[in-house]
């Protein structure tokens, strides 16, 4: 059944569309609307998206494209996410007594880089850091975080028992949002969507939806970089909604034609950081302020396989490749030590996490983790 047809069909609820009706026009007029109304109408996409309803693409364009235009607000984007928080299957306790920080990125980065978050997570946990990552397959880059660590052979689809006892005995966990979110697996199947073209472009409001509502460890200490240039409003709202401490990082280019969702050694990083007072402070860093040279775009490019581009982070971790490659995935973990107070600044923890690769601390956490997560160890012996 295609999308319009699904309309004509005696499956869809006249009084659903009619609620819908008066959600759109409040859009199409620019109006804001209120966090109870942001809420309900983001939990009826994830009903629509988790039940397979045929009308869920079109409403979504109409929804997040309505909010893109007009730009969603931090009420919004606060109802956004009591909604998703209130789509969890279970909630973890990792009974640690450190922090428990997490990474990630928004994507839709104007170039195509190398996995970042992953390895930096991994490589925090190895300086002593407690750090997850949550991941799903590639939504618009090559090879997702997803991907990434399934090509690793990390089980990305552990039991929550078995990624709390990750964390308890390595300090860090890399697993599958789409565990917790049952509407995430039928969202990222939209891209396979004929009319995917069409929706794609309308959802920077989504974008920034996931930038401050995923977050399926509940914990309170976040690094979300965002390709999209509202750092201070992304802080915001993760203040609101109860984070205690967060660093929210737009990455540039030399010249700024570029941008990326983490902190950039090719020029300037626009950080936004959400202090444990509640303050927000909006600074810019540079790669020489954590000991780097500048790099050129070209070095730090994705490849065009998921196992190709899973050989390039273990020649990151391994500490052979010291290519730019290796100071952006460094940077990025030092930036997380930072975040669990590991490290007194930025530059203290990139030095950490240099200490961690040179000393093989960080290949054997990945080692450890694919183990205890029930991975397959043949899979990663394979790529070293």
């Known amino acids: 059944m295609s999308v319009l047809s699904s309309f004509s069909g005696a499956s869809v609820n006249p009084k659903e569309m009619l609620w819908w009706s008066h959600i759109l026009t409040k859009l199409s007029q620019r109006k804001n609307l209120s966090i109870d109304e942001a809420r309900d109408a983001t939990y ?15 409403i979504m364009a109409g929804y997040f494209g309505g909010l893109t235009v007009k730009e969603p607000t931090v009420e919004e984007l606060a109802g956004m996410a009591e909604a998703m928080d209130k789509t969890k299957n279970f909630r973890f306790d990792f009974k640690t007594d450190k922090p428990v920080v997490t990474a990630g990125g928004t994507g839709g980065d104007t170039i195509s880089t190398i996995n ?4 930096a997570t991994i490589v925090a946990a190895a300086c002593g850091a407690t ?5 799903a397959k590639a939504f618009s880059s090559k090879t997702g975080a997803g991907d990434l660590a399934a090509t690793l052979g990390i089980n990305i689809q552990a039991s929550h028992e078995l990624v709390e006892s990750c964390v308890r005995k390595l300090g860090t966990a890399v697993w599958a949002s789409a565990m917790i979110y049952p509407w995430m697996g039928p969202l990222l199947r939209i891209r396979d969507l004929p009319v995917a073209p069409i929706i794609f472009p309308l959802l920077g409001s989504l974008r920034l939806m996931i930038a401050t509502a995923l977050n399926p460890f509940s914990v309170r200490r976040q690094v979300r970089g965002t390709a999209l240039p509202k750092t201070e409003l992304i802080a915001t709202v993760l203040s609101k909604v109860g984070y205690e401490r967060a660093l929210v990082p737009t990455g540039y280019s030399d010249k700024d034609e570029a941008r ?13 950081e959400l202090k444990p007072n509640g303050d927000i402070e909006t600074y810019e860093v540079h790669p020489e302020d954590f000991g780097v040279e500048k790099a050129d775009a070209s070095e730090i490019l994705a490849k065009d396989t998921h196992e190709e581009n899973a050989r390039l982070v273990l020649g990151v971790l391994s500490g052979r ?5 290796r100071d952006l995935i460094l940077m990025n973990a030092g930036a997380v030590l930072y975040l669990g107070e590991e490290a007194g600044n930025f530059k203290d923890g990139y030095e950490l996490a240099c200490n961690a690769v040179d000393s093989g601390d960080a290949l054997e956490k990945v080692r450890q983790l694919v183990m205890q997560s029930g991975g397959s160890i043949d899979r990663f012996n394979s790529l070293l």
């Open 260 to 272: 990326i969702d983490e902190f950039s050694n090719l020029g300037r990083t626009v950080v936004s």
């Open 131 to 135: 750090a997850v990552k949550s991941v």
């Open 116 to 119: 970042v978050t992953t390895p």
């Open 321 to 325: 490749d010291k290519s730019p490659r």
């Open 44 to 58: 009826k996409i994830f009903a629509s998206l988790e039940a397979n309803r045929p009308e869920a693409p079109l």
